[in-house]
Structure formats: C-alpha cells, structure tokens
C-alpha cells in the first residue's frame, strides 16, 4: 500500500501550514549560493500545492517570507523578489487549472511595486476559484500581526463599534489576517529546526505540529504524506481527556 492509500481522507487536516527552511543550507551543500536553494525550493512548493490539492485539503499556508527576512543580504533578498514575481507569473495558469485560489497575509506593502503589482493581479485572477486555498505569508510577522489586532480593537472600542467586555479569544481571531480560514491542524517545518520562527502564533494554539530533517527544496508529495499519515496517528484532546473527545466529531 502506498503512502497515499494509507491517508484516511475522512480525517484530513483541513488547513496545513508549512514552514520552508533550508533552502540555502541545501544549496551550500551542493556547493551553489543560496539563490540555487530558492529556486529548487520553489519545485517543492508546486508538488506539495499539488498534492494537497489532490487529497483534498482546504487550506495550504506557506511561509514564504517573514519580515525578520528583510535583515538578508540585500543579493538574496533582492533575488528572492524576482523570483517572487517569476513565479506567481507562471504559476497562474496552473492555478486556475487546478481551481486554486490564492490568498496572501503579512504586510505586502513592504514588498517592490512591481511585486506587489504582479501579486494583486494573480490574487484577482484566481478570487473565484472554489479549491484549494492557497494562503501565502509574505512580509509576515506573527508578533506584529498580534499588534495589528490589537490596535484596531482599541480602535473599536474607542468608537464604540466593540464593548470592551465582548472581547474574546474569538474577537481577537476575528482580527488577525488569518480571520477567513480555520486555525491549522497541522504545521509542518522542513530544514531539522526545531522552532516557530514568529508564524501563527496565536493560530497554533492546538495545532498538532510536526518537524523533519528534510532541507525544503528536497520536500515532495511523499513527505507530505508520512506527515499527515503522522497527523491521524495522535489524538487531538484540545485540552479534555482522552475519554470525552471519543465518538465526538473532531475538528481537523
């Protein structure tokens, strides 16, 4: 049987959030600069839309490229901005072939304008696509996504559209970037890093996580596999016991 077959789609993690690391570690072990890693990395990102697609998950989020990224050499960054735009150039089509709608979070006016230009057409090109959600973080940056929320709340209530006593854990939810989607089931890292690297923070609440040494230009559909194959293994309590989650619906 292989690894596929052996993924119950019945409990399939409704939204996987993917950590890419070791793009450049992977190109200096092939001897090559940093940019040769990003640009395999990007095989990586078609096969693994790819497979989640086919089984049939709702939402992929990719950590493409965090605000604390900014800080690399300007070669790399200034690379990876082109390679940015390249990509979602092409991947378009693919895109709406495969019925796959892309989203993005973080702050994208961070981004060059032809990045961000390139960006907002391919997000228009593919709003009515009803598969999978493709949600890419880009300039993005957990903490200073809490402190977004945060100001627009006390912005709220400060006129009067939120009653300070109504906040919940729910209400700040609903004002992350993240507010159209369900948290993560599943995230997975890539590269043998054994962190979060300021992703979702507030979303991983329960998120069931799963680390692996494989460097992320060398991830395929297969890896993808043994880690939700991983996922269905353990039991998500959510905080009760094992005894009053069983024969009761669980949110994957």
Avoid at 91 to 96: H, I
């Amino acid at each position: 049987m292989s690894l596929q077959q052996q993924i119950n789609l019945d409990l399939l993690p409704k939204h996987i959030a993917i950590i890419m690391d070791g793009n450049g570690r992977w190109a200096q072990e092939q001897g090559n600069d940093r940019l040769f890693g990003h640009l395999h990395g990007v095989e990586s990102v078609r096969d693994i839309v790819e497979g989640a697609a086919e089984l049939g998950v709702e939402y992929l989020t990719l950590y493409t490229f965090s605000t604390e990224n900014w800080d690399r050499p300007a070669f790399e960054v200034n690379g990876l901005m082109e390679l940015l735009v390249d990509t979602i150039k092409k991947e378009v089509p693919t895109l709406n072939k495969n019925n796959i709608k892309l989203q993005v979070i973080g702050h994208i006016d961070m981004l060059p304008k032809h990045a961000q230009v390139q960006l907002q057409e391919a997000l228009t090109d593919t709003e009515k696509n009803s598969g999978l959600k493709l949600i890419m973080a880009l300039s993005y940056s957990s903490r200073t996504e809490l402190v977004d929320a945060v100001k627009r709340i006390a912005l709220d209530v400060s006129n009067g559209a939120l009653q300070q006593s109504d906040i919940t854990a729910e209400t700040i939810s609903q004002y992350l970037s993240t507010s159209n989607c369900p948290d993560p089931a599943l995230l997975i890292r890539t590269g043998g890093d054994y962190r979060i690297s300021n992703f979702l923070l507030y979303q991983i609440a329960y998120t069931e996580l799963y680390f692996t040494d494989v460097m992320w230009p060398s991830f395929r559909k297969e890896d993808l596999y043994k880690a939700i194959i991983e996922f269905q293994k353990r039991e998500r309590r959510f905080g009760k016991t094992g005894d009053q989650i069983k024969n009761k619906e669980t949110n994957y």
